[in-house]
Structures are given as structure tokens and as C-alpha cells.
């Protein structure tokens, strides 16, 4: 199967930290259920990181769900957008990592597309707390992306 590197405009968005009381962007995360059907859930850049070298994405996923349509399918797409485009990234799952409450994936790019019209385009996104940053294990999540990072 081929892979392409994480295109560094999508890297980027995945660079910052959520922070408390501002709003940040929500990145949907798509994988398929057992029927068939669009399985949706949405991550933050807790959650989301590029490995330095762009070889691999990493995913810190909670979702019972989302974990079992992974094991069995490996593979999802991740949705991001940047003001002036949007970012769809085919995934497959690479490796998985567990943790207490989340496995960490990694995944490898195998179709890319940046789509853009040319006009102005809002990111979905959220309002981050320090309540939702702890409801969601943030810096569990983070500290694993960083961790795997560094054995990159």
C-alpha cells in the first residue's frame, strides 16, 4: 500500500495546544461501523499529532466505537480545515498503542486532498474549559502523542 507523508499544512494545524476559554478547532474523525455506515467523532489537537519526520499520524482515540471499527477496518479520515481550505486525510492504521481509557494509532496517509475554492471557509470548532480538558484526558492524550513522537 502506498503512503504519502503528513503534508505539512495539515502538520501544522495539529501543532497547537487546546487552550482553556478560547475556542479551538474541532477535526472531525470518520471510521466505518460494522453496518457499513460513517462512524463520526470529534478530536482536538489533545488528541491529533504529526510525528516530527511526517511519516505517521498519530490518534489518541477514547471511543469504544471508533476502536472497534479500527481493529476491524483500520482505517479512518480525518477532516481539518485552515480558513481558506479543507484537509481530508485517508488513514490507515499503521500500529496501536494501549493506554488506560484510549489506544493511541498510528496511521500512515494514504490519499491526501486539500480542496479549496478560493473563499473564506470557518473551521468547526469548540469552546475548550479546563472542565472538558480533564472530562477528555488532554494531557494523558498529549503526553502519549509526545512520548511516541520521541521513539519516532
Known sequence: MDRISVPAELALLLETWPQPDRDEQAFPFVTVDADGFP??????????????????????VASRNARANLARDGVATLIAADGIAAHYAKLRVHDTEEHDGFTLYSCHVAEYKRDSLGIPLRPMDFHATKEVAESERWTATRAALARRCETT
Open 39 to 60: 462512524h463520526v467523532m470529534l478530536l482536538c489537537t489533545a488528541e491529533l499529532l504529526a510525528t516530527p519526520d511526517r511519516e505517521a499520524l498519530l490518534v489518541a
